[in-house]
Nanobody
């Protein structure tokens, strides 16, 4: 199994930046995909970004395209989400997730490893 531990999150003003991290441990194969999801009050858990571990290809939701960047450090087994130009509508609990597969843009039920979640609040 893969275990995930998140760090980061916090309160930031609109237009600001924040980076959250997800450290992975366990059996990580070349087909590993790391993802970031978010869940706002009253809404479902939506895929924000995903990255393929072996060659680094990425997926972004339209709502964060050009503002968020997902990256990974294979030596540290860590996935990052750099969030720039933050908006109040980005406020949510952010979860990192992991799975093994081939398709980047898959919904939450396809992931079988999850971090504990970290709150990101963007004030206006």
């Amino acid at each position: 199994q893969v275990q995930l531990v998140e760090s980061g999150g916090g309160l930031v003003q609109a237009g600001g930046s924040l980076r959250i991290s997800c450290a992975a441990s366990g059996r990580i194969l070349s087909s590993y995909i790391g993802g970031w999801f978010r869940q706002a009050p009253g809404k479902g858990r939506e895929l924000v970004a995903a990255i393929r571990w072996n060659e680094g290809s990425t997926y972004y939701a339209d709502s964060v395209m050009g503002r968020f960047t997902i990256s990974r450090d294979n030596a540290k087994n860590t996935v990052y989400l750099q969030m720039n130009s933050l908006k109040p509508e980005d406020t949510a609990v952010y979860y990192c997730a992991g799975r093994h597969g081939q398709v980047l843009a898959t919904p939450a039920p396809n992931y079988d490893a999850w971090g504990q979640g970290t709150q990101v609040t963007v004030s206006s």
